[in-house]
């Protein structure tokens, strides 16, 4: 059997195994070393057999790297394994998640184009369209994630893209990605998902209609808050014109950080299980506490898109915010009295999280525009990690007490 022969058997086998063995396996091409664990190519460029073959590297017509700002085996190696996991043809791995956003509507829009967006984003991504993607010509408008009439009447004929996240942050409402999905295709636009919150362990954006996923492999891709870096998947016509962003601006993923997330998806499926059975613990009983008056997360029966997130999920995260009784000095003397979790922005780690979202994470928002997309000031944000749930609810008490 040649080389090429077992390659080609390896790859079928691979198409047809289940998320867990591909989240393993996708994407590795061992070298002649034989090594079982995947490399770091720690090289910028590489060396060519004579002019003619560099040649033909530089133009395309010959297959193989080039330069690491856009062709690196270990970056490859992660971005056909999240491709594979998304159910995508192509996947390009970028600098952060930030990064990916920005390459993709860089890469696929133009001066006088529009896009639709949730107004339940993160912060940052509402600053990077409105005022840089702004600066360019490329106007946004804002909707109700959750009100299809709301989205179907913001399109207008200089719309090409609608982009938002499901579930949202911080207040986890969940947007029907296939009814998004027929009105985006309706007026010949690209819907665009953010899948960080869920990972393809728990919701497959492309299955459901989705042209493009969207992620911040910071989060639960890599799960313990080591490295930065984004990805974008999707049909490879697109993910051609992003690769050609990405080779052109540089907004490149390390190798290195690429070898990290790659550790990181051998676990994804098992952790983010984890993650959501102990937000959905710790969300129960935040309900019952009276210093709480609300608690967002969509596991809960009485969350209004339960129904719909409970279809189109395996599971429900973990991410969740709850709105403490008081204002924003509640709010902050209840995360100044936690001693176990972590007063940090971050997200997706095993490490549980907590933050004010109004001062952090949406503090660059007007005060207009936190109401608009519901960020009160005594609204707290946790990211369950992995830790034992006994311990974290009694770190969230100590919270509770100062209240």
């Known amino acids: 059997m040649t080389e090429q022969e077992y390659l080609a058997q390896r790859v079928a086998v691979l198409d047809a195994a289940a998320l867990d063995t591909r989240a393993v396996r996708s994407g590795q091409r061992r070298t002649a070393e034989g090594e079982h664990s995947e490399p770091i190519f720690t090289t910028s460029s590489y060396v060519f057999a ?7 590297r530089f133009s395309g017509e010959q297959p193989g790297n080039v330069y690491s700002r856009y062709t690196n085996p270990t970056v490859r190696t992660f971005e056909e394994r999240i491709a594979a996991l998304e159910g995508a043809e192509m996947g390009v791995a970028t600098a952060s998640g930030m990064a990916a956003i920005l390459s993709t509507c860089m890469a696929l829009l133009k001066t006088g184009d529009h896009i639709v967006c949730s107004r339940s984003v993160f912060g940052t991504t509402t600053v990077l369209l409105t005022k840089f993607l702004g600066k360019v010509g490329i106007r946004t408008t804002f909707v109700d ?3 299809p009439e709301a989205w179907q009447a913001a399109i207008g004929e200089d719309t090409r893209l609608l982009f938002l996240e499901t579930p949202s942050n911080p207040l986890s409402e969940v947007a029907d990605i296939r009814a998004l999905a027929d009105i985006a295709h309706k007026h010949n636009c690209l819907l665009v998902v953010d899948n960080c919150f869920c990972t393809p362990a728990l919701q497959l954006p492309l299955a459901l209609g989705a042209d493009i996923v969207v992620h911040s492999a910071t989060k639960y891709l890599d799960g313990q808050g080591r490295c930065v870096g984004g990805a974008v998947v999707g049909r490879r016509e697109h993910m051609d014109e992003v690769l050609a962003f990405i080779r052109t601006a540089g907004p490149s993923m390390s190798p290195f950080n690429a070898w990290v997330f790659l550790k990181g998806l051998e676990t994804l499926r098992l952790r983010m299980m984890a993650h959501s059975a102990s937000a959905l613990a710790l969300a129960k009983w935040l309900q019952t506490q009276s210093n709480i008056d609300k608690v967002h997360y969509s596991g809960l029966e009485d969350h209004p898109q339960h129904a719909l997130a409970a279809a189109q999920q395996k599971a429900f995260g973990g991410v969740m915010s709850f ?13 100044d009295a936690t001693r176990l979790v972590s007063i940090t922005a971050n997200l997706g780690d095993a490490k549980t999280t907590i933050v004010h979202p109004a001062t952090t994470t949406h503090g660059r928002l007007s005060p207009e525009q936190r109401a608009e997309a519901g960020i009160k000031d005594n609204l707290i944000r946790v990211a369950v990690g992995l830790e034992d749930i006994a311990d974290l ?11």
Request: no cysteine; proline share 0%; net charge negative.
């Open 50 to 56: 004579s002019a003619s073959e560099a040649a033909a």
């Open 145 to 147: 994630l959750v009100d």
């Open 323 to 335: 709105e403490v009784r008081g204002d924003q000095a509640a709010a902050w003397r209840f995360i």
């Open 393 to 403: 609810r009694a770190d969230l008490q100590r919270g509770l007490d100062a209240v």
